[in-house]
């Protein structure tokens, strides 16, 4: 249990010896003629003042030790118990004993020191009392009870608030705990934050380098093939003017499409097939424009009731169709190839065949050249897989050398969100 608040140290230090200095003047002054009870009143006041010159105020770590201060008590209160019988004004000097009690006592022992205070404080203001009768027994105790009971109870309210002090202090400390420990995980949370921050930017730089190579691929890649095949079908009909204008102005027809595709891409834009028409029939238009460059034929086929799509949805299976009938114009020699566009409940199929030489799907790898002649398809298909994937579908491949390829795309059918 903790000790009560402590009064000022000037007061514990000082006022005791002030009050003895008083009283000692008072009974020299009263009692200069009393000759030997003059002396053992003077001899019983050097011996408080020894007491607690020497226990107390010489000796500050004692007042630590708490069996050192309750000996000191104790026989202090005895000398202020005999002063008191013997000279009712040293009633006064109780203030002293009062004063020990509140510093050096501790809970239980507070209210026992102060209530032995308190009777030797009644017992001399009830000095001239005659306790033989039953008016003076009464009045004896209740001068008792007057001085027990409040300084008692003072006591009580000392140590109240001193409990209530100690757990102001504690919870004082736990909040200035908890504040540092908040104060670490702000700055924990600030620095993952910033962390967080960089990599959310690096990852929209990886996405964005990732969605322009798809959308570099997708056009400028694709247009250039188709420009370089018409440039060498030019090349090979030099002999014959109208195939030879045909083949030019299908160049600078691929040109300027692939041109108008990059300023989209560039801009997030749609592509221009489905700008103004739906997914079926962007497909169609794709299909037949690729048919009449290449001289293959397309057959394009729309199952299910057709409906609108999220734009990136349309964006990713348009451009997937695109890319596999590139891969077919480039390496398949096929010489017919369908396209389905299958509207199921909960997803939209794309599937691209060819009856082509087919591949071996284990050996697709990254282009490494700029001869496009020497591309195997393989970023094409990693472009189609991320695009695919990014929305939650799947891209299966299934070929064989001599036996064909079929390309089949897989998105959720989320339909299109109309602002109310």
Known sequence: MSRPVPPRSVV???LPYVLLAILVVVTVAGKHSAGPSLFIDLALCALAAAWMLWIFTLHPAWRQRLPVMAVFFVGLTAIMTIL??????FGFFTAAGYIYAFRILSWPWLPVGVAAVAMVSGTAQSYGVDRTTPLGLITYVAVMAANVIPMVAFAWFVRRSARQSDERDRAL????????????TLAENAALHERLLAQ???AGVNDERQRM???IHD???QGLTGIITQLHAAEHAADDPAAWRRHIEAATALAKESLSEARRSVHELRPEPLRTARLSEALANVAERWS?????PVQVTTTGTARPLRPEAEVALLRTAQEA??????????TRVGVTLSYMEHQVALDVRDDGAGFDPARIHEDTTDDPREDRGGFGLIAMRQRIEGLSGTLQIESEPGTGTGISACVPAEPVRIPA
């Open 12 to 14: 514990v230090t000082t």
């Open 84 to 89: 008191v019988i013997r000279d009712p004004w």
């Open 173 to 184: 400390e736990e909040t200035r705990h908890a504040n540092r420990r908040l104060e670490a």
């Open 200 to 202: 959310a930017r690096e």
């Open 213 to 215: 190579a798809r959308e």
């Open 219 to 221: 056009t400028l890649a």
């Open 292 to 296: 009449s460059l290449h001289d293959v």
């Open 325 to 334: 009938l590139t891969n077919v114009a480039k390496h398949a020699r096929a």
